[in-house]
């Protein structure tokens, strides 16, 4: 009898000192700064996405700066956009970065207006890019964003990635945005991600984009975001 409730004690004792020896090695093992070291260490990453060209001076302007900052960005095309600026075309390619469908026309009425009507339109904007440059896209950027299962359906079946965003620069949608209002939006919607898809435009009236693109992409190098294309 005796004998049994040694047992019990030395068991008991032994459970304890487990116990104790756990939660301080867990203590040990997590100090405090270990989440923010995470952090840190994370990697970030940005893809500069531009809408609506190709324009001349614009879009010229914009290719100067990504190629003196060394960075890659994406260009969704308007088709009917190209004629007369298909050199501007053929420096994006050459330049290493990435095309992608936008439209041929960029109406929504003639986009939208059928299944069939979308896939006209994309096979179009294609046909243009590929005839110039001699490269068949692989992404499409949807006219005006927002969800389209039954195209989303049509794109994977001809072999493209639909590409949304998820900060923008304010180029649409702030009427006569300046640069420096630009490049405060671009870190205002981007802040908190680490994965940040940006919208902007080189379309002709987007000159203050283009002014606006070298502080945009210092804020995000000095911020340790890695630049990618699609
Ligand atoms: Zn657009």
Redesign the pocket.
């Given at each position: 009898m005796q004998k049994r409730w040694i047992t019990a004690v030395i068991f008991c004792l032994a459970v304890i000192l487990m116990l104790a020896a756990h939660l301080s090695g867990r203590n040990m093992a997590t100090p405090a700064f270990t989440f923010a070291e995470e952090k840190k260490t994370e990697e970030k990453e940005i893809y500069l996405t531009f809408?609506?060209g190709p324009s001349t001076k614009v879009t010229g302007s914009i290719l100067d700066t990504l190629a003196q900052k060394g960075v890659k960005a994406t260009f969704?095309i308007?088709g009917d956009r190209v004629r007369g600026r298909e050199e501007t075309l053929k420096r994006i390619a050459a330049e290493g970065h990435t095309l992608g469908v936008?439209?041929a026309t960029?109406r929504y009425d003639l986009i939208y207006g059928s299944l069939e009507a979308f896939r006209k339109d994309v096979s179009a904007c294609a046909e243009v890019i590929e005839r110039c440059t001699g490269i068949f896209p692989r992404v499409y950027?949807f006219?005006?964003g927002g969800r389209h299962p039954a195209e989303e359906e049509i794109l994977k079946e001809m072999g493209y990635k639909a590409v949304w965003w998820n900060a923008v620069c304010g180029d649409e949608e702030i009427p006569h945005a300046d640069a420096e209002t630009l490049t405060a939006t671009a870190v205002e919607t981007a802040e908190g991600k680490s994965h940040v898809v940006l919208l902007l435009?080189d379309s002709a009236p987007h000159r203050a984009t283009a002014e606006a693109l070298p502080a945009i992409i210092d804020y995000f190098l000095e911020n340790h975001y890695v630049f990618k294309a699609f």
């Open positions: 809408d609506d969704f308007v936008h439209s960029h950027r006219p005006g435009h």
